[in-house]
């Protein structure tokens, strides 16, 4: 099983709303991935965990904030979006770092 | 840096075509490589992967084979249906990222 399950599918938000996405994978792995993809453009590296703790932060700004509770579970905090944030927003999964990264099907995200 | 690049989009076929999506990279060492696909409004899957030169990956009738002489992914289909629609990315593994390329859609027209 390679699955990696996001929620919620679709978030309208405005600039001033506090919104979460999630991210639940049960394959053991210990690296995970929050990426932005906007149209018809590769994703995006945002983030890496790897065993819990934050690796890598791409010069996010800190409009998103990600959390990693426990190996399965990935969150990304929002807080004051601008309507440029406006993408498909997808998470993913590693045995390790460097190992092969399975995504989610992400969440599309509109900040009104 | 490390590097990849497609051959650019979109291409348009007939169904039951033979299918070529030209992908080759620039890296140091000997990187993973990957072929992903997305469908309209989904994210992204795996559709295949070679580790080592000369590997050949294949999934679903795909083929791509990794070659080191040539620094190319090449990807393959003897035989395109309505179904394979969507955006093809190349990509390969370096330190902590994936390095992708700006992906190639597919149209297949019945």
């Known amino acids: 099983d390679t699955e990696v399950t996001q929620t919620p599918k679709h978030l309208v938000m405005g600039m001033t709303n506090k919104k979460s996405l999630k991210c639940e994978q049960h394959?053991?792995?210990?690296?995970m991935y929050w990426y932005k993809q906007k149209a018809k453009k590769p994703p995006e590296l945002m983030f890496v965990y790897s065993y819990e703790k934050l690796s890598i932060n791409e010069s996010v700004p800190s409009r998103f904030s990600p959390e990693c509770p426990n190996s399965s579970l990935l969150n990304l905090h929002l807080h004051a979006l601008q309507p440029e944030d406006s993408a498909l927003y997808l998470c993913?999964?590693?045995?390790?770092?460097?190992?092969?990264?399975?995504f989610g099907p992400g969440t599309r995200l509109t900040v009104l | 840096g490390d590097s990849v690049t497609q051959m650019e989009g979109p291409v348009t076929l007939s169904e039951e075509a033979f299918l070529t999506i030209n992908c080759t990279y620039t890296?140091?060492?000997?990187?993973?490589l990957f072929w992903y696909v997305q469908y309209p409004g989904e994210g992204l899957q795996l559709l295949l992967k070679?580790?080592?030169a000369d590997d050949k990956g294949s999934n679903k009738g795909f083929e791509a084979t990794y070659r080191k002489e040539t620094t190319s992914f090449h990807l393959e289909k003897g035989s395109v249906q309505v179904s394979d629609s969507a955006v093809y990315f190349c990509a390969l593994n370096s330190n902590y990222q994936l390095i992708w390329g700006a992906g190639t859609k597919l149209i297949i027209k019945p």
């Open positions: 070679a580790t080592k």
């Open positions: 890296a140091t060492g000997y990187p993973s």
């Open positions: 993913a999964s590693s045995r390790v770092i460097r190992d092969t990264q399975y």
């Open positions: 394959m053991g792995h210990r690296a």
